[in-house]
């Protein structure tokens, strides 16, 4: 099995930083795909930012600029630099590790995820 265990929220002024890091414990998959989701009280999981063992990252437009994604090169710790933190940044971030299996027909054809407990990231002055 494996586990996802997050670190690094926590209470900060607007205009603050926190960096935030997962690491993988357990079975040593190969991971594929590795994220950032966070949900707000009253709304539902939004997807942060992610990254691909291939180095493809994405980040949401409202926080473009602001956070960055970044993992090991063996794909087992996920961090999430935020910079000019925002009250709209306030909410329990989790981590998402992903990783296919399938046939050499169709080597996705299955998606395992994996998450973290949730961390909470408050910014208010």
């Known amino acids: 099995q494996v586990q996802l265990v997050e670190s690094g929220g926590g209470l900060v002024q607007p205009g603050g930083s926190l960096r935030l890091s997962c690491t993988a414990s357990g079975r040593r998959f190969r991971f594929d795909d590795m994220a950032w989701y966070r949900q707000a009280p009253g709304k539902e999981r939004d997807l942060v930012a992610s990254?691909?063992?291939?180095?493809?990252?994405y980040l949401t437009d409202s926080v473009r600029g602001r956070f960055t994604i970044s993992s090991d090169n063996a794909m087992r710790t996920l961090s999430l630099q935020m910079n000019s933190l925002q009250p709209e940044d306030t909410a329990d971030y989790y981590c998402?590790?992903?990783?296919?299996?399938?046939?050499?027909?169709?080597?996705?054809?299955?998606?395992?995820?994996?998450w973290g407990q949730g961390i909470q990231v408050t910014v208010s002055s």
């Open positions: 990254i691909t063992s291939g180095g493809a990252m």
């Open positions: 998402n590790f992903a990783r296919y299996s399938g046939t050499i027909e169709q080597p996705r054809a299955v998606r395992d995820d994996y």
